[in-house]
């Protein structure tokens, strides 16, 4: 490929949002194509097999934060999409018990065996969350308004205005309360039983190098719970084939639209050609289009893709400034059989849930206290889905793989060591970390599949290692992600934009950035004088 082409959108890269923002432009008659420098779409959300005859998930790795609209839209099902429930959703071993939590009154019985005043105030907690939430779920598909902004912001900004305005006075404190206190500040308000208190605070550290204590952990906390799954909300699941089943899925709806996707196709540079065009430079030659969409970090985007003077100094120092970590370490295993908790119920239904070692805040704290000052925590904050208990084809028949989501590791260690000198040092102490609540944890694993904070960079190219595409807090959302005058998917240089998870309403497989992005992109084709 060496001659220029031309077209009237380029993505660049072919994450799910990429995906989702090329499907909805070519849907309405752009002649689109997506530029991907990895060898298949999907950026964090592939499945590769990591040991002969183990498949799973690299790094996204469950689902229910995908839009059912996009789902709908994209005709995901038609294209091979199908998605299970987990049987249970959580499950927390103890040293001295367990709690789950799942549907049908799941949870309640459960709390209700280690505290029945907190079983009592469950209701009470749910419902404030639930109200907030539904609050999130409108705000989601809706762009942002963009500070400093026209008569269009104008009218964006009061139509987010609207929709907080039909919460009463008390539902209005409860969503102020979630995006400025931390998640244990609010979970201290109706629970006194540290586990029951763990099962609702671990989504605040999730993605998030910080502590539950930390103001704004709460939001944290938020955005993982907007979500749904096969019509029932809240709840999550597994998509038959792994994670890459999703964009896989994506991919054939995008080529369905007349989609050109190249792989293997790394950008170099953006910039412009004539007044009406943008000139992408690739490693595999030329293409040009008036529009350019990104999916790609904020920071490779600005920082590296962009001409530093069609940005501005303005938005590169604001840029620089951006915050990307979010303290995650990444595994799969290969198992020759099933893990056995020393403290479980009868059966296997809780294996296929969402299985946390994190057995009170206090321990999130000091995981979190502890990777500050040595590089990785003491007692890691782990979450182990067993996926292959809902999926038959990840794994031989009678063998397992499980995956290993574990927070609070830096991605900067500290007196100078490395990751790639350290990555399997911490995988071992991982491992130790399970054996604990597991025994047996350790002798039954036949391959595994690694990687540190610095290898999820640099395999996916998110800073810093940050599978959010930038950290979570308060003020870096909604009009202020990535930055404040730039927050509404428009670039400071005319006809780029960003449709990644570095912009509303952040990280997770939402698909809505994308949507979003496109919708904007359409708007400005339509009245490109605003």
Not at 1 to 14: C, E, F, H, L, R
Request: hydrophobic fraction near 40%.
């Amino acid at each position: 490929m060496t001659s220029s082409k031309n077209y009237d959108a380029i993505i660049v890269g072919g994450g799910h949002n990429g995906l989702v923002c090329a499907f909805y432009l070519a849907k309405e008659g752009l002649k689109t194509c997506i530029l991907e420098r990895s060898n298949q779409v999907g950026g964090a959300a592939i499945t590769e097999e990591f040991y002969p005859g183990f498949s799973n998930s690299v790094a996204s790795y469950t689902v229910s934060l995908l839009q059912p609209k996009i789902i709908d839209d994209m005709e995901l099902e038609r294209f091979g999409l199908k998605i299970v429930l987990r049987k249970i959703d959580n499950f927390l071993p103890l040293t001295d018990g367990y709690l789950m939590a799942g549907r049908g009154g799941l949870t309640h019985k459960e709390i209700a065996r280690l505290s029945k005043k907190d079983a009592e105030n469950l209701s009470a907690y749910e419902a404030v969350l639930q109200r907030v939430v539904e609050c999130i779920r409108q705000l989601i598909l809706v762009a942002p308004p963009n500070a400093g902004g026209g008569i269009g912001d104008l009218l964006a900004l009061l139509k987010v205005g609207a929709i907080v305005n039909k919460l009463d006075v008390d539902a209005q404190g409860d969503l102020l309360d979630f995006f400025a206190k931390s998640a244990g500040e609010i979970l201290e308000q109706y629970f006194e039983n540290e586990t029951v208190k763990a099962l609702f605070g671990f989504d605040a550290v999730v993605g998030h190098f910080a502590s539950p204590y930390e103001p704004g952990s709460a939001y944290v906390l938020l955005h993982h719970v907007f979500g749904e799954t096969n019509g029932i909300k809240g709840a999550w699941g597994h998509a038959i084939g792994g994670m890459g089943s999703i964009t896989q899925a994506m991919a054939k709806s995008c080529a369905a639209q007349g989609v050109e996707i190249f792989t293997d196709v790394a950008v170099e540079k953006v910039e412009e050609d004539g007044k009406k065009t943008r000139r992408v430079e690739t490693t595999r030659g030329v293409f040009s289009a008036p529009i350019i969409s990104a999916s790609v970090h904020p920071k490779i985007l600005y920082e590296k893709l962009l001409d530093k003077n069609a940005v501005g100094e303005k938005a590169l120092k604001k840029i620089r400034n951006y915050k990307s970590h979010s303290g995650t370490f990444r595994m799969n295993v290969a198992l020759d059989s099933l893990p056995k908790f020393t403290n479980a119920p009868k059966g296997k239904d809780h294996l296929t849930a969402g299985i946390i070692i994190a057995p009170s805040l206090e321990y999130m704290d000091k995981a979190w206290l502890s990777a500050r000052e040595k590089g990785w925590s003491d007692a890691p904050v782990i979450e182990m889905l067993i996926p292959s208990t809902l999926d038959e084809t990840l794994a031989p028949k009678g063998k397992y793989v499980a995956s290993l989501f574990c927070q609070q590791f830096s991605f900067e260690l500290p007196n100078g060591r490395k990751w790639e000198d350290e990555r399997e040092i911490a995988a071992d102490h991982i491992i130790a970390s399970v054996e604990k609540y597991a025994p047996g944890f350790a002798a039954s694993i036949l391959g595994r599949q690694v990687l540190s904070p610095w290898d999820i960079q640099e395999k996916f190219a998110l800073i810093g290692g940050d599978i959010f595409h930038g950290r979570m807090s308060l003020d870096q959302l909604f009009s202020a992600r990535p930055m404040l005058g730039n927050g509404a998917y428009r670039t400071p240089v005319k006809g780029v934009y960003m449709c990644g998870a570095g912009t509303h309403p952040g990280g997770g497989v939402t698909g809505a950035p994308g949507h979003n992005a496109a919708k904007i992109i359409l708007k400005d084709r339509r009245n490109p004088f605003g």
